[in-house]
């Protein structure tokens, strides 16, 4: 998919309607018309927005391959391998799903992203923990799904994953 391009610009568009190698949503002469700005923005956010962000935390990038494989058709796939790659990330984007483990290879527990995992709305973002042991109590309480990986597989990710995304923004 092509990245789509407003151009602001104080010259005019010379050759207008001939194709050009570029996704160019709109090309807006100086002085800038609010309104035909607002509606070139509100185009190019529902293009990009078509496929949902899910940051998924796993220490087994083996793991992280093969989850990104089964998703990436639908879904933009943000892999991290630790928790600070997790925070970071977080500092700059709000994923529209996350899954992950709860026991990493650091020592650390994903259970610490939880509190983290809140969108630009402030709410909790929705969570699906894949793991390779059964969750239950306080951490399966505050997710959407718990999946084991040993009787799970992709396909079964990937339809919780569509569950848990319909929930939160049912089909128009």
Do not use: C, Y
């Amino acid at each position: 998919p092509s990245l789509p391009i407003i151009i602001v610009s104080g010259m005019t568009r010379d050759g207008a309607g001939e194709p050009v190698p570029f996704d160019i949503v709109d090309w807006i002469e100086k002085p800038v018309d609010p309104t035909r700005l607002a509606a070139a923005l509100a185009k190019t956010i529902e293009r990009l927005g078509a496929q949902p962000t899910i940051l998924h935390l796993d220490d087994d990038q083996d793991m992280l391959d093969v989850v990104e494989g089964a998703l990436s058709p639908d879904a933009r796939i943000v892999k991290v391998r630790d928790l600070a790659s997790a925070r970071a990330i977080l500092e700059h984007e709000s994923p529209d799903l996350a899954i992950m483990v709860l026991h990493l290879a650091e020592g650390s527990s994903g259970h610490d992203l939880l509190p983290m995992l809140i969108d630009r709305h402030g709410l909790a973002i929705p969570t699906i923990i894949f793991s390779a042991h059964d969750v239950s109590g306080p951490a399966a309480g505050q997710v959407e799904a718990v999946l084991v990986k040993s009787r799970g597989s992709p396909p079964d990710l990937r339809a919780t994953v569509r569950r848990v995304l319909e929930q939160r923004n049912p089909p128009s």
